[in-house]
Nanobody, 125 residues
């Protein structure tokens, strides 16, 4: 059974950094493109970054700045999202998702086959 589990969220202060984890089970994260999304209540789920199956090509969402980094550790079967200089507007529920089509990156919600349940991030002083 394919599962994705996000972790690492919480309450953080503005200006701090955070590393979110997306751990896979029932499959290898090296076999699929893995993407990170976030959603604020009342708004659409927004694609942030994706890392491809081969060559670790990375695709960036329109709103992503240099503060966001995606990486993968195949030995731990985990994909990470690192966010630096956190701002209150980064407050959201963060999800990871797997695209099983062909290994290439997409940030389209419709292309994702598996989703985690999300991990909440609240940026507040």
């Amino acid at each position: 059974q394919v599962q994705l589990v996000e972790s690492g969220g919480g309450l953080v202060q503005p200006g701090s950094s955070l590393s979110l984890s997306c751990s896979g089970s029932g499959f290898s994260v090296a076999d699929y493109a893995i993407a990170w999304f976030r959603q604020v209540p009342g708004k659409e789920r927004e694609g942030l970054l994706c890392i491809s199956m081969r060559h670790d090509n990375i695709r960036y969402g329109k709103s992503v700045e240099g503060r966001f980094t995606i990486s993968r550790d195949n030995a731990k079967n985990t994909v990470y999202l690192q966010i630096s200089d956190l701002k209150p507007e980064d407050t959201a529920l963060y999800y990871c998702a797997a695209d099983t089509r062909d290994g290439r990156c997409s940030l389209s919600r419709a292309n994702m086959d598996y989703w985690g349940r999300g991990t909440p991030v609240t940026v507040s002083s």
